[in-house]
DNA sequence: CCGTATCAGATACACTTGTATCATAACTGG
DNA sequence: CCAGTTATGATACAAGTGTATCTGATACGG
C-alpha cells in the first residue's frame, strides 16, 4: 500500500463540509466544486471518496445520523437516574435548538428534508422506518404515574411532532426557546398531574 | 392594445406548473424550461410573464398561499355554526392531507420549505410575520368552556405545531391518518373536559 | 389603414454542473 | 529496487442552466 490514508476520516471531513454549506446556503449550492473547496480538498478527491455526488449526498447524510443518533444517546443516559418525568423532559428537549451544535445538525436535517421526498434513497435514511421516538417516549410515558385519562400513545404523538416542529419554529425565529420550553413543561404537568 | 390576455391567469397557470413540478419532482427540478413545457408555454413566455427565475418562484409561492389561505377561510366559515370545539377541530383538521388537495399543498410547500431559508423573499412568504395560526386557536380556546387547569396559549402552540408536524407524518406515511385524528380527537377531550 | 404597443417564437451566450480521462506522484511488498 | 497498487492533480466534455437578443406576429387607436 502507498501512503495510507485514513479514508474514514477523510471522508468523514468531507462530508462535513457538505453539512457546512447545506446548513447555511441550502442543499442547492451542494455542488461537488463547492465541497471540494469547503473542505479543502481537490475535486478530484471528492470524486475519489464518494464515487458520485448521490453517494456523497446520502453517505454524508447517514453520518450526521450516526454522529446526531450517537450524541443524543450519550446525553440521555447521561441523565438516567432522573425521575421519569426528568428523563422524558430531557429526550424531548433533545429536540431544540438549544445550543449551536443541535441547531446545526437541525439546519442540515431541513436542508436535507424536502429532497428526501424525490429520493428514496435519502427517504430511508431520514425515516428509518417506523416511529422509535414516539414508541420511547410511550414506554416512558408508560412507566410514569400520570394523571387520570391519560393514554400515552396520544400524548406521544403530539409530543414527540409538537416539539419537533416548535425545534422548527425556534429555528425560524418564530418561537423564543423559553416559550417552548414553558409550553412542553405544562404539558408535563398535564400529564403527570398537578405539579408538587 | 394588441389581442388583450389576462396576465393573471396566464401567470396563475404557469405557476400551476411550478406546483406540480416543485410537488413530484422537488424544487430543483423546477427550471424555466421544465416549467415551459409542464405549462404547455414556449420558455419565452415563462421568461416574459415573470421576468426571472426569482419571480417565478416567489410568486408561484404567493399565488399558492393565497389559494390555500382562501379555501381554509370558507371551509371553516362553512362549519362556523358549530360549538367551539367543532370550529377547532375543523381548523386544525384542515392541517392535514385528508385530501387530494390539501396534500399536494402541503406537498408544494414542503418543496418550498427548506430553501426558505437561504432565500429571504420566500421566508417572507412562508413564515408570514407571525403566529396567526397560534393566536386564532388561542382566541377559539378562550371561548369554550376548558377543563380545569388548562391554558389556551400553551395548548395553542402544540397543538398547532403538533397538528403541522403530523400532517408531514401522514404524508410520508409514518402515521395513519385515522390515528392523527383520534390523538386530536383525545386532546380536545383532554382540552374540554371529559366528553358527554 | 397603419404605426405602435403588446404578445410570442427561435436562438444564442456565458456559465455551472457532474463525470470521465490522462497523467503522475507516493509508498510498499516481493 | 522496482512493479504495482493507492492516492492525487489537472483538464476535458457534454449537458443543462438562466438570461438576453433578434425577430415576427397580432390587433387596436389615431
Redesign the interface.
Known amino acids: 500500500m502507498p501512503q495510507r490514508v485514513d479514508h474514514d476520516q477523510r471522508r468523514r471531513v468531507i462530508a462535513e463540509a457538505v453539512w457546512r454549506i447545506a446548513a447555511?446556503?441550502?442543499?442547492?449550492?451542494v455542488s461537488m466544486r463547492e465541497v471540494a473547496t469547503e473542505a479543502g480538498v481537490s475535486l478530484r478527491l471528492v470524486q475519489y471518496y464518494f464515487e458520485t455526488k448521490h453517494n456523497l449526498l446520502v453517505l454524508a447524510l447517514r453520518y450526521l445520523h450516526d454522529h446526531t443518533e450517537q450524541r443524543a444517546r450519550e446525553r440521555i443516559e447521561a441523565q438516567a437516574d432522573q425521575s421519569v418525568r426528568g428523563v422524558l423532559r430531557g429526550v424531548l428537549a433533545e429536540l431544540l435548538p438549544l445550543d449551536p451544535e443541535t441547531e446545526f445538525a437541525l439546519?442540515v436535517h431541513?436542508?436535507?428534508?424536502?429532497?428526501s421526498?424525490?429520493d428514496p434513497e435519502l427517504?430511508k435514511v431520514f425515516?428509518h422506518g417506523?416511529?422509535p421516538l414516539e414508541d420511547l417516549v410511550t414506554h416512558l410515558l408508560e412507566q410514569g404515574e400520570l394523571a387520570p385519562?391519560?393514554?400515552p400513545r396520544?400524548e406521544a404523538?403530539?409530543?414527540?411532532?409538537?416539539?419537533?416542529?416548535?425545534s422548527f419554529?425556534v429555528l425560524?425565529e418564530?418561537?423564543r426557546s423559553a416559550?417552548?420550553l414553558?409550553?412542553l413543561d405544562?404539558?408535563l404537568d398535564?400529564i403527570f398531574g398537578?405539579a408538587r
Not at 447555511?24 to 449550492?29: A, M, T, V
Not at 431541513?110 to 429532497?115: G, H, K, L, P
Request: charged fraction near 20%; proline fraction near 2%.
Open positions: 447555511d446556503r441550502g442543499l442547492d449550492s439546519r431541513t436542508a436535507y428534508f424536502s429532497r421526498h424525490s427517504a425515516l417506523d416511529t385519562g391519560v393514554q396520544f404523538n403530539l409530543l414527540v411532532s409538537g416539539i419537533t416542529g416548535l419554529d425560524h418564530r418561537q416559550e417552548v414553558a409550553t405544562y404539558h398535564r398537578p
